[in-house]
């Protein structure tokens, strides 16, 4: 069957198109709200649903915009009865149906998107809702499901407990979200006291506040701790919202903030099987200058290079960073039981731990990696199952 719109989604048609206009390059269409919408024609003819121009099964553009007609222009324009849009392309005498609900949806002047992730929502020690808690005897339910995902999203942290204390449970639980993303550690590791060890966190001592692995390119996205063993007295876990502290940061030490954001750190891992260096400023920006991950593996630096002044500026700037990044008020203190499941955004949320006594005991958490966009995907697509099931 042809697919009426060009992806897996449902679009409601919520408002019907009223009225059709050609001009020399667009088709402008009226909708029922007195709304208008300008569609370029090369626009258009890019997303035609016949089989040339798309692949039915992938839902994929066939065509790239170089083999399409150089000059495309309409024939004909009409509504049909149903709502959906009939174009004819003149010169390939090529008639095409466009979907009022998808259209509309993707109006270039003002797409409206069905679906929009939680917004980002910073948090301070003073949040009492943080961590956002989660009953895993319920997690089969999507709906809880969907909310553990949006706070990991929102907050950069969620908590599901009591989940059954198995080694299997993590995986079974964060298959349902996307692949595990493995590293150097493995795709899953074990976070406890050991002999012989490669990193700092498989040891009893205190762990400042810290992202992991800021030595790789893409540096993980969301960190996962699922506790099986917890029979320490102290070995508190900690974490510190590193977007709400760069926003301090900026606000009240825009020097440093500067420093962080421009200036690049070379971080390199020590071990006897791998080297990976990263050279990136602390804090990134994306194209629009808004703040997409903080990277501060502080034990994994390089020396620093440069002039003395840098040097100085450096030491300023992440002794700065450090101060708010293990201050009360933005820390978070809990205790991790057998069964709850930590997921917290590892390019967002620093982590850290009290230090504990071995000799009372086992501290045991099962951890892995799964990169940020896997959640985003994964809340789309519970969205729009619920659009496809008409809920
Ligand atoms: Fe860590």
């Given at each position: 069957?042809?697919p009426?719109?060009?992806?897996f989604?449902?679009?409601?048609?919520?408002?019907?198109?009223?009225?059709l206009?050609?001009?020399?390059?667009?088709?402008?269409?009226?909708?029922?709200?007195?709304?208008?919408?300008?569609?370029?024609?090369?626009?258009?003819?890019?997303?035609?649903?016949?089989?040339?121009?798309?692949?039915?099964?992938?839902?994929?553009?066939?065509?790239a915009?170089?083999?399409?007609?150089?000059?495309?222009?309409?024939?004909a324009?009409?509504?049909?009865?149903?709502?959906?849009?009939?174009?004819?392309?003149?010169?390939?005498?090529?008639?095409?149906?466009?979907?009022?609900g998808?259209?509309?949806?993707?109006?270039?002047?003002?797409?409206?998107?069905?679906?929009?992730?939680?917004?980002?929502?910073?948090?301070?020690?003073?949040?009492?809702?943080?961590?956002?808690?989660?009953?895993?005897?319920?997690?089969?339910?999507?709906?809880?499901?969907e909310?553990?995902?949006?706070?990991?999203?929102?907050?950069?942290?969620?908590?599901?407990?009591?989940?059954?204390?198995?080694?299997?449970?993590?995986?079974?639980?964060?298959?349902?979200?996307?692949?595990?993303?493995?590293?150097?550690?493995?795709?899953?590791?074990?976070?406890?006291?050991?002999?012989?060890?490669?990193s700092?966190?498989?040891?009893?001592?205190?762990?400042?506040?810290?992202?992991?692995?800021?030595?790789?390119?893409?540096?993980?996205?969301?960190?996962?701790?699922?506790?099986?063993?917890?029979?320490?007295?102290?070995?508190?876990?900690?974490?510190?919202?590193?977007?709400?502290?760069?926003?301090?940061?900026?606000?009240?030490?825009?020097e440093?903030?500067?420093?962080?954001?421009?200036?690049?750190?070379?971080?390199?891992?020590?071990?006897?099987?791998?080297?990976?260096r990263?050279?990136?400023?602390?804090?990134?920006?994306d194209?629009?200058g808004?703040l997409?991950?903080?990277?501060?593996?502080?034990?994994?630096?390089?020396?620093?290079?440069?002039?003395?002044?840098?040097?100085?500026?450096?030491?300023?700037?992440?002794?700065?960073?450090?101060?708010?990044?293990?201050?009360?008020?933005?820390?978070?203190?809990?205790?991790?039981?057998?069964?709850?499941?930590?997921?917290?955004?590892?390019?967002?949320?620093?982590?850290?731990r009290?230090?504990?006594?071995?000799?009372?005991?086992?501290?045991?958490?099962?951890g892995?990696?799964?990169?940020?966009?896997?959640?985003?995907?994964?809340?789309?697509v519970l969205?729009?199952?619920?659009?496809?099931?008409?809920?």
């Amino acid at each position: 069957m042809t697919p009426v719109v060009p992806d897996f989604d449902h679009y409601p048609i919520v408002h019907l198109p009223t009225a059709l206009q050609i001009t020399a390059d667009a088709l402008v269409v009226t909708w029922d709200d007195g709304a208008e919408s300008t569609f370029p024609l090369l626009w258009l003819r890019e997303y035609s649903l016949d089989p040339v121009t798309f692949n039915h099964q992938t839902r994929e553009q066939n065509l790239a915009v170089i083999d399409l007609p150089n000059n495309v222009s309409l024939s004909a324009a009409s509504i049909a009865a149903d709502g959906m849009i009939q174009v004819t392309f003149e010169s390939e005498g090529l008639t095409s149906s466009y979907h009022p609900g998808w259209l509309r949806t993707h109006c270039p002047q003002n797409p409206t998107p069905q679906y929009t992730l939680p917004d980002r929502v910073l948090w301070s020690a003073k949040d009492g809702s943080v961590p956002p808690r989660f009953d895993g005897r319920n997690i089969a339910d999507n709906a809880v499901f969907e909310g553990w995902l949006g706070a990991m999203r929102a907050y950069g942290v969620g908590l599901i407990e009591q989940l059954p204390v198995a080694p299997g449970t993590l995986e079974t639980v964060i298959d349902r979200i996307g692949p595990i993303r493995a590293t150097n550690f493995g795709r899953l590791y074990d976070v406890e006291n050991k002999a012989d060890t490669n990193s700092n966190a498989y040891t009893a001592q205190p762990l400042r506040a810290h992202t992991d692995l800021a030595t790789r390119e893409y540096q993980p996205g969301i960190q996962f701790f699922f506790c099986m063993a917890n029979e320490v007295r102290q070995g508190a876990s900690i974490l510190s919202d590193g977007f709400a502290i760069a926003e301090r940061i900026r606000q009240d030490h825009p020097e440093q903030y500067a420093f962080l954001t421009d200036h690049p750190v070379m971080f390199v891992n020590k071990d006897k099987d791998s080297e990976y260096r990263y050279e990136v400023p602390i804090f990134e920006t994306d194209y629009r200058g808004n703040l997409t991950t903080v990277r501060f593996t502080y034990w994994l630096r390089a020396p620093m290079t440069g002039d003395i002044t840098t040097i100085k500026r450096f030491h300023e700037a992440t002794s700065l960073l450090h101060h708010y990044a293990d201050h009360t008020d933005f820390q978070i203190r809990f205790r991790l039981a057998p069964g709850d499941l930590v997921g917290f955004d590892n390019r967002r949320v620093f982590h850290g731990r009290d230090g504990f006594d071995p000799s009372e005991g086992a501290r045991w958490f099962r951890g892995c990696y799964l990169e940020r966009e896997e959640i985003e995907s994964r809340l789309r697509v519970l969205d729009r199952n619920k659009r496809l099931a008409g809920v």
